[in-house]
């Protein structure tokens, strides 16, 4: 197969639109960089290119019949950049996952390559605008315009509370600062002292130092450390 010019076209729109979603993640200090996304999309518009080429080069022979699937390439990379994906998945220690958005968008970065290799320069266009607008715009929008719950962060706290009757009054004085508890656990230890991790609800306007020096002013805690999901 010769070096054509609307190879050459293909892999350079696909090289742009890839670097459009790799500067959003780069920008957000994501797993998911500019050149992970470079090489993910133009190599998956190649392969995308020379899977269907090879489909309507190789006819056979009296001999030999050779028929190709000339999506067959295509096809693997969409199962094969899973395991890309899910390098960049974690599990953090107080059991939240983070990493989602950034492996769903090596998913649409090989999408491109493939989409863009196959010919269709609109439609990855569209895909590419509709990406950006997902993951910037419409989060925007939901936490100006949406509803309460979808205004709200997690909060993970752990404090020491001297004294097993004082463990409610504290959690009550919690939620009077407007702050939802979700979950809590609760740890005795020597000395009259309790360990307790709660996780908590917040408004996203509200910043973890203003939370943080909030509770620390409620009596008979000690030992407070606090950490935004």
């Known amino acids: 197969m010769d070096l054509q010019p609307d190879i050459l076209i293909k892999l350079l729109v ?5 670097s459009v ?9 994501k797993p998911l960089g500019l ?14 290119i020379v899977s269907i080429s090879s489909a309507f080069s190789f006819h056979g022979s009296d ?3 050779i028929t190709m699937d000339p999506l067959r390439l295509p096809a693997q990379i969409v199962s094969g950049i899973g395991f890309v994906g899910a390098g960049v998945i974690l599990r953090r ?6 990493g989602l958005t950034t492996a769903a968008m090596i998913w649409g970065a090989s999408g491109i390559g493939i989409i863009v290799g196959a010919g269709f320069y ?4 569209a895909g590419v ?17 949406g509803p309460k719950r979808l205004k709200e962060r997690d909060i993970s706290l752990k404090l020491t509370v001297i004294g097993r009757d004082n463990i409610n009054i504290v959690i009550d004085q919690i939620t009077a600062q407007d702050i939802t508890v979700k979950n809590i656990k ?3 230890l020597n000395n009259d002292e309790h360990y307790v991790q709660m996780k908590l609800l917040v408004f996203n306007k509200r910043r973890t130092t203003e939370i943080y020096y909030d509770i620390e002013q409620i009596e008979n805690i000690r030992g407070i450390e606090i950490e935004s999901i």
Request: net charge positive; charged share 20%.
């Open 186 to 188: 609760i740890k005795g």
């Open 63 to 65: 001999y030999l019949n």
């Open 21 to 29: 979603i790799g500067l959003e993640r780069e920008l957000k200090r």
């Open 93 to 98: 220690g107080n059991d939240t996952i983070a």
């Open 122 to 125: 609109a439609e990855a266009l």
């Open 129 to 145: 605008g509709l990406l950006i607008i997902s993951v910037e715009l419409i989060p925007y929008l939901i936490n100006k315009l």
């Open 35 to 48: 050149k992970t996304c470079l090489v993910i999309s133009i190599m998956s518009c190649l392969l995308t």
């Open 14 to 18: 696909s090289a742009m639109l890839g």
